[in-house]
């Protein structure tokens, strides 16, 4: 249960940066902690039947919460294209209208008070063009002819498929989901299988729970002819983690092998944040008909059994597969430290990212680890703030807030220059919030309180505007003298961050304030240039 009322002022105070979105009304209705919403789900029970040859499902959704404030009605969300049949309230029918993705139940709740409400209904799921970058169902056939789908819905919401309450600050405490698929598909879906009912229709019921609070756009479905492979992680307690494997039968001898990497991914990320966070639902790799996605405790695998991003996309020396690694890293940040509005989903996206790297160190260095960051500096577009703004469905329009957020992270392990500071904040960070949630203004005040520094300035530069930090410096040379003039240039004006110059060669350190300073030097250097290697940052020489 992760629930907080967002209030309009700082949805207000945010808008501004995003004047060149236009926010519909369903973007309101989706993104905000309405009048209508002022209630804590508590726990899902989702039952649906999937008719794959006509791409359709059917079934109900029970939700049981808490009332928090009085209320005349409630707001669920499901897409427009579902039909709802019936709603009933503590098992009374009860009356609904619709308006865009909402749906608007009259009834009478008192604060404090616990409900039950079951909604059925049915219909096709949208499909997704481009999963999971564009959310929806997959319906595919694998390679022997089989039915072989799945669904993504992270940033359009869960309501596509089933009805929720579709807002990041709301997780139930614990869900079950019940699929019924065809006898000869299988059925995957998180936590851990509970039970498989034959049904009369030549159909099978795969029954799930999930014990931990979940987001909403991480319930997912897998439907094919699986093969399950189980293996076992020790951790450094020598408790036993359970490793299940979901994949075609064509690949189940590959995936026996290319797996085992999963055994190094848990160790690195164990050794920074601790143990793998949802020990008792498990861990599970699901191939997919798309690329991939974090699913909680089923992660959704489409990499193709290569390394990097389909066999390309890092470092040659590098052997991991980045699904494996990006995926599982969002088990910690995403899955367990989650944000509660999408105008935080850096933490998400920045953390996950910068754990890649931090995966890269522990194996093969820290040099590895820097020259991996510096082959993602190219994707960094710079044409939007990180922060987005509350209240509101926002969608990024660029991957800022995986690149351009990790080097945010690196930049300021290498200005803040004590590693066992560094990761100290990064563990308190997670162990703070772990199975709880997070927002941008909990990971500055611990900054700035560990450091006994402000650092409010320096992450705002890099999350809160789309112009990076930009340093002017200029060179005048004599015969036997080099002067070195620089100043950073930054909307923030307050910003600071030390940096190094190259000079023929030989590196120096400056601190640049938004004034003016000089370093002399009694030589004349040939060459004389800006270093990047440790700290994201733009540069431009000037003239007198």
Known sequence: MKFYLLLILSLVSKCFLFSQKAFTYNDRLRGSINEWRLYDVRYYNLSLEFFPSKKMIAGTLKM??????????????????????????????????????????????????????????????????????????????????????????????????????????????????????????????????????????????????????????????????????????????????????????????VAATHF?????????????????????????????????????????????????????????????????????????????????????????????????????????????????????????KNTEPIFGPYGVNYEPLTSDQYYKGSWMLHSLRNTIENDTLWFSILHEFYDNHKIKSANRDDFINLVNRRTKKDYTAFIHQYLRWETPPTLEYRIDKKADLTLVYYRWKCIETSFEMPIEFNLDGHEIKVKPTNEWKSTQFARNFKSITPSFSKRYYQAIEVSK
């Open 64 to 253: 049981d919460f808490t009332a928090v404030e009085n209320q005349s009605k409630i707001q669920i969300d499901l897409f427009q294209q579902m039909k709802i049949n019936a709603i009933t309230l503590n098992n009374k029918n009860v009356k609904f209208k619709r308006s865009e993705n909402a749906t608007f139940v009259e009834a009478s709740i008192n604060k404090g008070s616990k409900y039950s409400m079951t909604v059925e209904y049915e219909g096709k799921p949208i499909q997704a063009k481009n999963a999971p970058w564009d959310g929806g169902f997959v319906w595919k056939e694998d390679i022997e002819g089989n039915t072989w789908a799945g669904v993504a819905c992270e940033g359009i919401g869960a309501s596509l498929w089933w009805p929720n309450k579709d807002h990041l600050s709301d997780e139930p405490d614990s869900m079950e989901m019940h699929f019924t698929v065809p006898s000869d598909l299988v059925a995957v879906s998180n936590g851990n299988l509970t039970g498989i009912k034959e049904q009369k229709n030549n159909t099978k019921t795969y029954s799930w729970k999930v014990t931990y609070p979940i987001n909403n756009y991480n319930i997912t479905v897998y439907i094919g002819k699986y093969e399950h492979l189980q293996d076992l992680y020790k951790a450094n307690d020598s408790s036993e983690l359970a490793l299940d494997y979901y994949v075609l039968p064509n690949h189940k001898a």
């Open 260 to 380: 085992k990497q999963v055994h190094k991914v848990l160790r690195a990320f164990e050794h920074y944040f601790g143990k793998y966070p949802f020990w008792k639902d498990g861990y599970a790799l699901v191939e997919c008909p798309y690329l991939g996605m974090e699913h909680q405790s089923a992660i959704a695998y489409g990499n193709e059994f290569k390394g990097g991003y389909l066999g390309k996309g890092i470092l040659e020396e590098l052997d991991f597969d980045y699904i494996i690694l990006h995926e599982t890293a969002h088990e910690y940040f995403g899955n367990s430290v989650s944000c509660t509005d999408l105008g935080d989903m850096w933490i998400h996206e920045s953390f996950a990212t910068y754990m890649e790297a931090l995966f890269v160190e522990y194996y093969y260095g820290k040099d590895a680890a820097q020259r991996y960051l510096l082959s993602q500096k190219s994707l960094i």
